[in-house]
């Protein structure tokens, strides 16, 4: 079988309703989820593109996040409505979508002394 050609990896967290930073999932990750499994199947991406549940990916403040593979583009406030756009724009013609964007500096987890070195 070929590698995928993209990963398209959505946080599905689940915090508790107490916890102030709240979870991906409590904002709508299974349904941003399943938009990309249904989309990316009906335009042709079957075992080209893989959308991927993942576990918390430490931008809780930016939820629903998700990250694109191999291109480290991370977006934010994705909603399932979003779906269409980000897989018309960057998963085919490779143009970011900017208004979903999470700048690098924006990041957390990131120690700027630290960019681009091994931990």
């Known amino acids: 079988m070929a590698k995928f050609q993209k990963h398209v ?3 599905a967290n689940e915090r508790s309703a107490e916890d102030p930073r709240g979870s991906c999932k409590a904002r709508g990750a299974e349904a941003v989820l399943a938009a990309f499994k249904e989309q990316l199947v009906e335009a042709g991406f079957k075992r ?6 993942a576990g918390c990916l430490d931008q809780c403040a930016h939820g629903v996040c998700m990250v694109v593979y191999p291109d480290a583009v991370w977006y934010g ?3 399932a409505g979003d779906v269409p756009e ?3 724009k960057h998963l085919i013609r490779g143009e970011i979508v900017q208004r979903l964007l999470i700048p690098d500096d924006k990041l957390t987890g990131l120690d700027p ?3 681009g070195k091994p931990a």
């Open 77 to 79: 406030g994705v909603t």
């Open 113 to 115: 002394a630290r960019q």
């Open 86 to 88: 980000i897989i018309e």
């Open 9 to 11: 990896f959505v946080c």
């Open 48 to 53: 080209v593109i893989r959308p991927n549940k």
